[in-house]
């Protein structure tokens, strides 16, 4: 299939998103290395409905990654399904998968993960430029208006290197509103800020949130919990517990 084709595919079913937009079931993820197989992920199921901001938390190694990386497709699972955005990703090859992602999931890392040799407002343009999502001519003029959604449109024509790791993650945050996804995947984007920054940060996402973004976090920052809608902890690659937060807990 062309990339254009798989594009239009895609980007007409985007506007029918509702309800459940991450439904995970029975997901299970092996990794087989030389010293033997490690079960990273047993039995997983969950759901994350549109506009949740929804924190995956528990111990280094219980498993948060693994399951984020299931949702952005960046791994697939052992076992189980995984549909996002109404597609069955698990399913999906491997050209089909980028161009899915570019569309529907913006990701957010711990260490920003922006291009050195690009200009930041470059670094934002790249999705638009792989997904073809904007006619190149609005693609710098929609980057700068996302860095000034973030508070950082002065920063654009510099390179990464020149700002501060919050205003690196803002721009990383803009580059993941790029193609303008349902949904935004971070994993410990706080784990290299300070809490004051972490704040801000946090604070940003809480917004995207209430603007109807559907956004899953990691973190093992007890607490941030005040600005989750729910929290998930797992533990040994299992879900223990599920809570939501106290304003959303029914008599
Ligand atoms: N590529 C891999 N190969 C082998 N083991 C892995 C791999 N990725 C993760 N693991 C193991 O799976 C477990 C869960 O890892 P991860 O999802 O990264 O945990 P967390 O993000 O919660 O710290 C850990 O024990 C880790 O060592
Ligand atoms: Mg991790």
């Known amino acids: ?24 079931n029975r997901v299970s993820k092996r990794y087989d290395t030389p010293s033997g197989s490690f079960m990273a992920l047993r039995e997983v199921s969950l759901e994350v409905r549109k506009g949740e901001f929804v924190a995956i938390v528990g111990k280094s190694g219980s498993g948060k990654s693994t399951l984020i990386n299931l949702i952005t497709g960046i791994d697939t699972p052992s076992s189980g399904k995984v549909n996002v955005a109404s597609k069955a990703i698990h399913a999906l090859s491997q050209e089909q998968l980028a161009i899915w992602r570019g569309i529907n999931v913006g990701v957010i890392f711990q260490f920003f993960q922006l291009l050195p040799t690009l200009t930041v407002a470059e670094n934002v343009m790249l999705p638009m430029d792989f997904c073809r999502t904007y006619p190149a001519r609005e693609r710098r003029e929609r980057a700068i208006s996302l860095l000034s959604k973030v508070g950082i449109a002065e920063q654009a024509d510099k390179l990464p290197a020149d700002l501060s790791g919050g205003q690196q993650q803002r721009a990383a945050i803009a580059r993941a509103l790029a193609n303008d996804p349902p949904i935004l995947v971070a994993d410990e984007p706080t784990g290299n800020l300070d809490s004051q920054t972490s704040d801000a940060v946090m604070q940003l996402f809480a917004n995207l949130a209430m603007e109807g973004k559907t956004v899953v976090m990691v973190t093992h920052e007890r607490d941030l919990s005040r600005y989750f809608t729910r929290t998930i902890t797992l533990a040994d690659g299992s879900v223990v517990t599920e809570l939501p937060a106290i304003t959303e807990v029914s008599m």
Request: charged share 20%.
């Open 1 to 24: 299939m062309s990339q254009q084709k798989i594009m239009r595919e895609q980007t007409s079913e985007k506007s029918s998103l509702s309800g459940q937009l991450i439904s995970i």
